[in-house]
Nanobody, 123 residues
Framework: QVQLAESGGGFAQAGASLRLSCAAS????????MAWFRQAPGKERELVAA????????YYADSVKGRFTISRDNAKNRVYLQMNSLKPEDTAVYYC????????????????WGQGTLVTVSS
């Protein structure tokens, strides 16, 4: 079992930056693909960014490309999401997720989830 705990959410004005952190426990995440999803009110959950165990490539949703950066520190069992140039449409609950396998785009393919952290961006 892997337990995931997100932190770093909060309020921000448009154009500001936030850094989300996901701490994993229970098992090392070295072999896991790690991802950040988000769900805005009234919308479906969407994949924001993902990074495989090797970190050799990353995936980003078109809406966040050039603004968000996912990274991982396997030694610390942590994953991060640096969010720059925030927009009001980035407002959502952000979830950290893990799967034992290659990157997938569907949330149902992920094995473990955190509780989520709320990001609110005002205009």
């Amino acid at each position: 079992q892997v337990q995931l705990a997100e932190s770093g959410g909060g309020f921000a004005q448009a154009g500001a930056s936030l850094r989300l952190s996901c701490a994993a426990s229970g098992r090392t995440i070295t072999a896991y693909t790690m991802a950040w999803f988000r769900q805005a009110p009234g919308k479906e959950r969407e994949l924001v960014a993902a990074i495989p165990w090797s970190g050799e490539y990353t995936y980003y949703a078109d809406s966040v490309k050039g603004r968000f950066t996912i990274s991982r520190d396997n030694a610390k069992n942590r994953v991060y999401l640096q969010m720059n140039s925030l927009k009001p449409e980035d407002t959502a609950v952000y979830y950290c997720a893990a799967r034992n396998g290659p990157t997938r785009y569907r949330g149902a393919m992920y094995d473990y989830w955190g509780q989520g952290t709320l990001v609110t961006v005002s205009s």
